[in-house]
């Protein structure tokens, strides 16, 4: 299994496009466990803004600080 780059808590921003701004900035609030060796680690994230969390992989994501 992948090593996770990031720790639950930890402010990041989406370094692909969903359709929100590039300022819009999340919290991990899970770390989801990789099903396979050649896939990267993934996460659920959520926005200060929103009531809903969101399944992301780690290349899609960078540290905010």
């Known amino acids: 299994m992948a090593k996770h780059q990031f720790a639950v808590g930890d402010p ?3 370094t692909i496009s969903h359709g929100l701004g590039a300022t819009t900035q999340f919290r991990i609030v ?3 466990p990789g099903d396979r060796e050649d896939l990267p680690p993934a996460y659920r994230i959520k ?3 929103e009531n809903h969390e969101r399944m992301v992989k780690e290349d899609e994501i960078s540290l905010s600080v």
């Open 30 to 32: 899970r770390l989801v």
């Open 12 to 14: 990041v921003r989406l």
């Open 47 to 49: 926005a200060l803004t």
